[in-house]
């Protein structure tokens, strides 16, 4: 079987039923908890236990799609506003290697993960490997999480 873009992707990438749109200013979602409001992004950390210190830098302007759809100052505003979060992620968390995947294939709304690279990696010096979709995966301790909520919130306020 061939795996196919989903039915719905003119209106995902039109924004129609863009999850970012509809849930965006949201300080704590399904998938973890805001930790960066800035004028361009806003950046969460994630609860689910992918990778420690996982977090999304998302564009919070008009839906966009590609980096190349900004204006000069809002491609400036978007990327050094996602650095000023991946400087505290690094701070924080003190990874190897942070890496910084703009993919959008499957929300297609502007955002960055980023994603520390530790010693015990899953696949060192290859790309993250993402569990498959439809799998939840197990959530951080509520406790710990809020914990590093807060030292991201302090260091990037």
Not at 52 to 65: E, M, P
Not at 74 to 85: D, F, K, M, Q, S
Request: hydrophobic residues 35%; charged residues 20%.
């Amino acid at each position: 079987m061939t795996a196919r873009w989903p039915e719905n992707w003119a209106a995902l990438v039109s924004g129609a039923e863009c999850d970012f749109c509809q849930g965006m200013g949201q300080d704590r979602n399904e998938y973890g908890a805001r930790i960066f409001q800035g004028q361009y992004i806003d950046a969460y950390l994630q609860s689910a236990v992918v990778q420690t210190g996982y977090s999304l830098s998302i564009w919070k302007g008009r839906h966009v799609v590609e980096p190349v759809e900004l204006t000069d100052e809002e491609a400036a505003g978007y990327w050094l506003e996602t650095l000023r979060v991946a400087r505290a992620v690094i701070a924080i968390y003190q990874p190897l290697k942070l890496n910084y995947e703009t993919l959008g294939n499957t929300s297609p709304h502007l955002h960055t993960h980023l994603l520390p690279r530790y010693t015990e990696d899953p696949r060192p010096g290859q790309p993250f490997p993402f569990p498959a979709p439809r799998h939840p995966e197990p959530q951080i301790p509520e406790q710990d999480f809020l914990a590093q909520v807060q030292a991201l919130r302090d260091l990037l306020s």
